[in-house]
């Protein structure tokens, strides 16, 4: 059973990604002529899904993409034209199969009406649609549509007893034949021992299959036995019109050990549409299994696709470190031997510092390894993109050209799963806020399609994603109008542009005047900072009124470990992430001027810099007061540089990050803990909130100017 969900599940991921293929084809499909090689790429992946989905006994599956793949086959074949209606209810289609997926996956039942009304809209479309409407079950839909030709296939199945330990089950293999046309079963029951000598684990039936249909080929009836064909049954398929082999057809014919399949213990296969009210009470039942079967089930974890290279670097490094334990495992003995011959001990105390050595490097490079078996390319997060944007601009009216740059960058895979969502959110206001309508675009002197563009590239140790549009940018005015209308600012405030534009981010701001399905409420960019904030990022928003606007989110590479720079402060050791320092410099007092009561800076360079006394800030005792006598760490975040006075700077080292808000409570100003070698917990500096939050303190009386 273990091996059985085992196969399941890959199953079903195998068939996520299937429906990535068919939607991310469909999206690119041009109304028109059919293009016969994107047509093929959609089919196959379809093909794929029915042909695994009748093997783990997944009808409604099966029957549901059989329709889609006759709707694919017409228009393969040159037989049908693609029109937008089509794309739009195949689209719909890959939607309810994506579902369908979710829920098994999930071990919950399937939502049968949805499924019925998508099939339903594929089979008006096909020509297909019954009297009696929409509602008949797919199963039901398949084999009327399959039985209507007066071809007739002959198929003899010769099984190894041991076919059922392999996990194969005939009747599941015997209903997808049903899909391909009207299914009759003739069952060998001469085989059968008496009852003293029955094996339930061992299969003594043969079977001669009857398919009638019009349009099957050969190469279907051998997909549906690619599986136990030649190993562990021997199948033989004679043609309509043509004679049987060996005389194997005339020795059934005879009759001689052979009847006609009735009990259900001698497994029965009824034609689909004559036992549609029976299958339904079993599904039912089936279903009502299922979901009870999931709340007791554990919740699947999630898996992920790695690289052979990377997993043969990660066993090499293994290796070497095997090989530098036993290499430090002797010096025990080594060191032993020395003290008894009183030898100078100098030589195996190098050879001990060269042993650690190795074994630091090699620790490093099993750490960077392990951690990029985790970073998928971003594509993961943009393939949503295109449907979204699909979606959003057919209900808008609008017509928008996506472009996506930098796909192969790779990030974390916790963090993608965690931006898709604030992705969304910018796309769908990108789209709904800021490009405008194709009329306007045109009186403008634009052109009537409006770009959206997605990039991710690497700056410093960092992530950035670009979200661009070429719309009508934000209105800094009739912001701040609509947040003084709100009471989220004062009518005599003194923000600055940037700060005004800013606001876009406050929880249930909204401009828009209509509120919609897409957005209007308010609860989208608030969410967005909140979530990207999560991650440990940032999310900024530049906007020209008339040309557009670019949302840049910032992240690290990883959420697990940092490069670090460990820093004293009185008697603590706080951690100040390595990518956010730019120089560390000794104070020179003359450069240090004062804004009476308010704040110090330091005057770096050609530009000033506000000074930040973590003493003061973290309420750390016993810290040094005089600047002279300590260091400014001069750090930057989205343009903002600060001077953050330390004791002392300790030495550099990779951290792995511990959650305080998880294990403690949140503390402002810090982005985590970690421990150090010595066992003591080290606070991590979250140098962004530092900085921004950061109003000013005590400026000793010398220091204060007019």
């Given at each position: 059973m273990d091996m059985m969900e085992t196969f399941r599940q890959t199953y079903l991921e195998e068939s996520f990604e299937g429906l990535d293929v068919m939607e991310a084809g469909l999206l690119e499909l041009p109304p028109g002529e059919p293009d016969k090689d994107k047509i093929n790429e959609i089919f196959r992946a379809a093909h794929s899904i029915k042909g695994g989905s009748g093997t783990f006994g997944f009808i409604e599956i099966a029957g549901f993409t059989h329709v889609l793949?006759?709707?694919?086959?017409?228009?393969?074949?040159?037989?049908?034209?693609?029109?937008?209606?089509?794309?739009?209810?195949?689209?719909?289609?890959?939607?309810?199969?994506?579902?369908?997926?979710?829920?098994?996956?999930?071990?919950?039942?399937?939502?049968?009406?949805?499924?019925?009304?998508?099939?339903?809209?594929?089979?008006?479309?096909?020509?297909?649609?019954?009297?009696?409407?929409?509602?008949?079950?797919?199963?039901?839909?398949?084999?009327?549509?399959?039985?209507?030709?007066?071809?007739?296939?002959?198929?003899?199945?010769?099984?190894?007893?041991?076919?059922?330990?392999?996990?194969?089950?005939?009747?599941?293999?015997?209903?997808?034949?049903?899909?391909?046309?009207?299914?009759?079963?003739?069952?060998?029951?001469?085989?059968?021992?008496?009852?003293?000598?029955?094996?339930?684990?061992?299969?003594?039936?043969?079977?001669?299959?009857?398919?009638?249909?019009?349009g099957i080929q050969e190469e279907d009836i051998k997909e549906v036995f690619e599986w136990i064909d030649g190993d562990g049954a021997e199948i033989q398929i004679v043609a309509p019109n043509a004679e049987a082999g060996d005389g194997v057809a005339a020795s059934q014919?005879?009759?001689?050990?052979?009847?006609?399949?009735?009990?259900?213990?001698?497994?029965?296969?009824?034609?689909?549409?004559?036992?549609?009210?029976?299958?339904s009470e079993a599904s039912a039942a089936n279903a009502k299994k299922e979901s009870s079967a999931g709340k007791a089930a554990p919740k699947q974890e999630g898996s992920i696709r790695v690289d052979l290279s990377k997993i043969d670097q990660m066993v090499n490094l293994v290796g070497e470190l095997v090989i530098t334990q036993s290499m430090l495992s002797?010096?025990?003995?080594?060191?032993?031997?020395?003290?008894?011959?009183?030898?100078?001990?100098?030589?195996?105390?190098?050879?001990?510092?060269?042993?650690?050595?190795?074994?630091?490097?090699?620790?490093?490079?099993?750490?960077?390894?392990?951690?990029?078996?985790?970073?998928?390319?971003?594509?993961?997060?943009?393939?949503?993109?295109?449907?979204?944007?699909?979606?959003?601009?057919?209900?808008?009216?609008?017509?928008?050209?996506?472009v996506m740059e930098g796909e192969g960058t790779e990030l974390d895979k916790t963090m993608l799963e965690q931006l898709t969502d604030p992705l969304v959110h910018i796309v769908r206001n990108s789209i709904d806020h800021g490009v405008e309508s194709p009329e306007t675009r045109l009186a403008a002197g634009k052109p009537e399609q409006g770009t959206v563009k997605l990039a991710a590239f690497h700056e410093g140790g960092n992530i950035l994603i670009q979200i661009t549009d070429d719309g009508?940018?934000?209105?800094?005015?009739?912001?701040?109008?609509?947040?003084?209308?709100?009471?989220?600012?004062?009518?005599?405030?003194?923000?600055?542009?940037?700060?005004?534009?800013?606001?876009?981010?406050?929880?249930g701001f909204s401009t828009a005047d209509v509120v919609s399905d897409i957005s209007g409420r308010g609860v989208g960019m608030d969410v967005v900072r909140r979530n990207i904030k999560s991650l440990g990022g940032s999310v900024e928003v530049e906007t020209t009124l008339g040309k557009g606007s670019v949302f840049t989110i910032r992240l690290p590479l990883t959420l697990a470990i940092l490069d670090g720079q460990l820093c004293r402060v009185g008697e603590e050791t706080y951690v100040f992430p390595l990518v956010s320092i730019i120089e560390s410099i000794q104070v020179d007092k003359s450069l240090v001027k004062g804004i009476a009561g308010q704040a110090e800076l330091y005057k770096l360079r050609d530009s000033y810099i506000p000074v930040i006394r973590l003493?003061?800030?973290?309420?750390?005792?016993?810290?040094?007061?005089?600047?002279?006598?300590?260091?400014?760490?001069?750090?930057?975040?989205?343009?903002?540089?600060?001077?953050?006075?330390?004791?002392?700077?300790?030495?550099?080292?990779?951290?792995?990050?511990?959650?305080?808000?998880?294990?403690?409570m949140k503390i402002d100003g810090i982005a985590g803990a970690t421990i150090l070698g010595d066992g003591t917990v080290s606070l991590i500096l979250d140098v962004k909130e530092t900085v921004q939050n950061h109003k000013g303190g005590h400026v000793p009386p010398q220091m204060h100017v007019a």
């Open positions: 793949e006759t709707l694919l086959d017409e228009m393969r074949d040159g037989r049908r034209d693609v029109t937008q209606e089509a794309i739009d209810v195949m689209l719909s289609a890959v939607d309810v199969l994506r579902d369908m997926l979710t829920k098994l996956q999930d071990h919950q039942p399937i939502d049968e009406e949805r499924a019925n009304e998508v099939q339903g809209q594929l089979e008006r479309i096909l020509g297909m649609e019954s009297d009696e409407g929409v509602s008949q079950a797919s199963t039901d839909t398949v084999a009327s549509e399959a039985v209507s030709g007066s071809g007739e296939w002959k198929i003899i199945v010769i099984p190894e007893k041991e076919l059922l330990q392999t996990g194969n089950e005939p009747l599941r293999i015997f209903r997808e034949l049903e899909t391909l046309g009207e299914l009759s079963v003739d069952a060998d029951l001469s085989a059968v021992p008496e009852i003293g000598q029955f094996n339930p684990e061992e299969l003594y039936l043969k079977w001669t299959l009857t398919l009638k249909g019009e014919s005879a009759g001689t050990g052979v009847s006609e399949v009735e009990a259900p213990e001698v497994a029965q296969v009824e034609k689909v549409a004559n036992i549609q009210p029976a299958r002797q010096f025990g003995e080594q060191a032993e031997q020395a003290q008894e011959q009183g030898a100078r001990s100098t030589e195996w105390i190098d050879k001990l510092k060269e042993g650690l050595t190795h074994l630091e490097r090699h620790t490093r490079e099993l750490q960077e390894s392990v951690m990029n078996i985790r970073m998928l390319p971003v594509s993961f997060a943009f393939n949503r993109m295109p449907r979204i944007v699909h979606d959003v601009s057919q209900k808008l009216g609008k017509k928008i050209d996506l009508a940018g934000i209105n800094h005015e009739k912001i701040e109008a609509k947040a003084i209308e709100k009471g989220v600012i004062e009518a005599d405030h003194n923000l600055t542009q940037d700060e005004i534009i800013d606001l876009i981010f406050h929880p003493h003061q800030k973290l309420g750390v005792k016993n810290a040094c007061e005089d600047l002279s006598e300590g260091l400014l760490v001069v750090v930057e975040d989205g343009g903002k540089r600060a001077g953050i006075f330390v004791d002392d700077l300790l030495g550099q080292q990779q951290v792995v990050i511990k959650s305080l808000e998880s294990n403690f």
